[in-house]
């Protein structure tokens, strides 16, 4: 009996030896060399900031979340494609998502797969990157409810989904976060957390972190009451949920809250910060970036702007709309919060990237964090205690004076207060911002923060808005223009440790996609008329550039396939905020369509069509 | 000039002044709801010899009375109409004041899809606006593309706004552009 059991087992181990050696002779030949992997030397002169040690890069190839890394740096180690051979980049495939809405998505590769999670109805899909022409491997379709595109402020679009142990995650514009097996497709679970009907969406990219699932809600221009939730990665259950108003303990505020300045402090701030009753439609909602630092386990994101626009409704400085969160990621509780627009005036909303880095500041090296601000400021803030080590404005501000370091206050331009029956002119920069959710990438090569922007100014006139469940909640028409120098948009290189841009490009139309840095020293971004172009991160020389079928405001990415290269992917698709005025087919004669983009974008629908295409590249060979 | 001829002029004459006192006409006192709301074809294929759809009589009433239509502005902003679909340039919902229509721009139609609303996120308003509402808001939606007469536009908004007033703009016709459009549409 024991003899028999031993020959099978050591049949069964040889078995497997084989098995394995079959695999490794496998993987052998079709990776016959992965591209080498230069140790990062930055270029002399950068600025001295790098990427946070605590998140550690450890850059395999892959592209398992939308931001690249916990840090958000959005950068690749891979060097195959650089500075000298970039003018040789060809489209190596491509695939159609048959939506013709806003992609904002970026595309996600883990193994030889590709996914990706497309506008609605926000079909996902798998592409075989082991083979020719990368099929598609399954299909995923959550048939989210068709009502849910009425309530959707700003087009239709998804901003992607996040990989982690063999699972995709990601967000239906219908309030559901749904977990897939990444090798079949097949729903592992499914889990509801808003209602159309209040005006709810999610469009944002789940954050993946210690077997969690972080999501926030969109809605703040329908009086949507924001909150950032985690959910089990295993089973879909809420784990916790955090309300940006409301008293402290929906918003999970406790003994272990504190946050840096004084105005940021005191007992139910959520509720007494705001007229009666008035923070239950507040806003404050979390649709855009989650960094996390594992070292002290903190969640960072940002809210949104408060509801409605109109800033005489609502008197107050409407915590905890507009600022910036530092929360414990097991429980919720929130460490530190900082208001970067207390009061909101312009739907300044706080929800862009925060990138995690180790930088000197006055000498010292720091852990911070830097965030290119709608607002129009560049903050470096220390990111375990919330405090403003410096905001420099990165482009034209007349809205604001400048932020007060001792207070932490944003102080407002007292003439470009909205005021009902009054229209207000030159306001910069406008309600989308100087930068809206479009994520900047940073380089540790050249110490430099790569940010894809705005150049723009508004007219803005308050009138009173009445509250009604599921629609707007603006009070407000608003109307865009091109800032000083007539253009629309700018890609700036910011040196984060000076405080100051190193080179900017003027763009004609706003620059509404993200950033990609590499470290072949390139920088990859798209524009509105759908040019996809590569540039010198010292520079800002443009060396490459190639016209998609539509215009682009993804988030471009970049991995080594199965055959051992370097490849760069983006979804080219105009839509979004502004580019709605194409993609749903808006009148630009009304200045007022699509919430104030009327006049800006009356020559987009001659420079670009609606479209939905992934494009992949990589040198000819 | 014969007799006949000038008592025709007089007719006229009284025609066009009843007419335009028309214009200013306000019900002070309520008219009388039929059952229904008029629910129209959404397809303009009707196999076998197509069926003409009877007008309903209140459309001309409410479209060429400005006090109507005015009112029909006022809850335009005050229903958060704007919000989705802005001065009719549109936004998260279609624009109003172009010449494409999904489900019809006759006034029949635009009162069917207030009342009913539509699939891909037009609320229904049934329950939460009155039956005259609608009509009102139906010939303040025509307005916006310039359909009704020149001297019963709007030629101001209620609140400080970046957009012309409907009487310089120029007409749009009101042609369905989706399979979804009904037959019928310009009056």
Redesign the interface.
Known sequence: MKKQRLVAMLAAAAALLVISAIAIIVVRSRAPQPVAQAPLTPYAGSSGAVTARSVGDGDDGQWTMAAKNFASTRFSTATEINTANVSRLKVAFTFSTGVAKGHEAAPLVVGGTMYIVAPFPNNVYALDLTKPGAPTKWTYKPRPL????????CDVVNRGAAYANGRIFFNTLDNRTIALDAATGKELWQTKLGEINLGETMTMAPLVAEGKVIVGNSGG??GVRGWLAALDADSGKIAWRAYATGPDKDVLIGNGYHPFYAMDRGRDLGVTTWPPEAWKQGGGNAWGWVSYDPKTRLVFYGTGNPGPWNPEQRPGDNKFTTGVFARDIDTGAARWYYQTSPHDLFDHDSVNEQILLDMPVKGRMREVMVRPERNGYFYVMDRGTGEVLSATPFGHVTAYKGVDLKSGRLIPNPAMEPRE???VRGICPSAPGMKDWNPAAFSPLTGLVYIPHNNLCM?W?S?E??Y?A?????GA???YYAGPGGNRGVFTAWDPVRGRPVWEIKEDLPVWSGALTTAGGLVFYGTMDGWFKAVDQRSGKLLWQFKTGSGIIGQPISYRGPDGHQYVAVLAGVGGWPG?IVS????????????GW??AMADLPQKTTAGGMLYVFSLSR | MSSRCRARLAALAALALLSACDREERQSRAQPVPETLPTPRQSILQPGVPARTAADPRARAYENNSYQMSQGQLLYQKMNCSGCHAHGGGGMGPALSDAEWRYGGSMEEIVATIDQGRPNGMPSWRGKLTEQQMWQLAAYVRSLSAQPRQDVLSSRPDAPSSTEPATLQSRQPVVPSSPAGVQGTSR
């Open positions: 068709s009502a849910a595109q009425g309530v959707a402020c221009e329908l029956g009054q229209v007219d006139g009138y808005a009445s009604i599921g629609t707007p909640y603006v028409d608003v109307k709605a749903n087919n808006l009148n630009t004669a009304d200045a007022t369509a699509a919430n009327g006049v």
